[in-house]
């Protein structure tokens, strides 16, 4: 096992349409990076003939070769390394709200022992259509960064937590070197601009930014914005949606977020071209392991460490 961990967000469109080539085509990109988690969004048909889709996907000679998880309505999935981490735990979907249901397991990273702190690795995809529903959506999604676990030996430990998401909707700050903002005017469909805008208090149509801010204010951070804005690295802020006549110009709508106390794990993130799979490019991540482990074993925040995380988030 090598020393870092490598964490990918691929949104496949429709599943790959029930195109077992795309499938498997998916999987062998993925592998490459020999992933310890995947957070999969549109894992349609991954229920069907009893789960042998699923399953399927499951399998290291075809597949990713990693434990999956799926949720209500095969809407997203999580995958993650058996021998890296151990399940502790996994939640239903939240919230009916949700059009899409998330998946969100409870793991607990072996490197880190039997004492440490486990992560709610959380799979998300925000719905398309209703901005409104979006911001209610990444509420109830960041809820899973406030959760204590009951551990197998009866404890109980605050966990953290790592997602990979769509947004369908866009970065909430003006980072360097951040894909710009779309004008609503930019997008050709008329529907399409409805469902990515809201109307501000002047009246004018703004781009819906709500759902990365709300996640942000949860403490729960896009990676690609935190390592541009400490370490300079930008590979993560390239767009994850192409241009199109529909969609206007190429955005930057799926993210990796993690807890905040974790964040300093976390060293590269890319944007992979995924264009003959899917209509979204996908998000890797690498994380160093010791780093993550000795976070991951560290005590509770003081008031005194929560008050100066906020008021670091307030000045940004």
């Not at 995958?79 to 899409?100: C, G, H, I, S, W």
């Not at 709610?120 to 911001?135: C, K, L, M, N, W």
């Not at 406030?146 to 109980?156: A, E």
């Not at 990796?256 to 974790?262: D, E, F, G, K, N």
């Amino acid at each position: 096992m090598n020393d870092d961990l490598v964490m990918i967000s691929a949104n496949v469109e429709q599943n790959g349409f029930g195109d077992r080539a795309t499938r498997l085509k998916v999987w062998r990109i993925l592998r490459q990076y020999k992933p310890a988690v995947v957070w999969r969004q549109e894992m349609n048909g991954a229920t069907e003939h009893a789960k042998a889709v699923m399953y399927e996907a499951e399998d290291p000679e075809v597949g990713v070769g990693l434990r999956g998880w799926l949720s209500e309505r095969s809407a997203t999935a999580v995958f993650a390394d058996m021998r890296v981490f151990t399940p502790v735990a996994e939640y239903p979907n939240p919230a009916p709200v949700m059009q899409n249901p998330p998946t969100a397991v409870g793991l607990q990273l072996k490197d880190a022992g039997r004492q440490s702190r486990p992560v709610i690795f959380t799979s998300g995809h925000f719905a398309y259509p209703v901005p409104v529903q979006r911001e209610m959506e990444a509420g109830w999604v960041s809820s899973f960064n406030d959760k204590t676990i009951w551990m197998p030996d009866g404890s109980r430990r605050k966990a953290y937590m790592i997602g990979g998401f769509d947004g369908n909707s866009y970065p909430h700050q003006a980072t360097p070197g951040d894909v710009p903002l779309p004008n609503v005017h930019d997008i050709g469909d008329e529907p399409h601009r409805a469902h990515r805008s809201r109307r501000g208090p002047d009246g004018t149509d703004t781009m819906d930014q709500e759902p990365h801010a709300i996640l942000e204010k949860a403490g729960v951070v896009d990676v690609a914005d935190h390592l541009a804005q400490t370490k300079g690295c930008r590979t993560g802020l390239a767009p994850t949606m192409p241009a199109s006549a529909t969609h206007g110009p190429a955005t930057r709508v799926d993210w990796v977020c993690a807890s905040r106390r974790l964040l300093p794990a976390v060293y590269d993130c890319e944007v992979i071209d995924s264009e003959e799979t899917s209509d979204h490019n996908f998000v890797v991540t690498r994380w160093d392991r010791d780093a993550l482990a000795d976070l991951l074993n560290r005590p509770s925040q003081t008031p005194a460490d929560l008050t100066a995380s906020a008021h670091a988030w307030s000045a940004r």
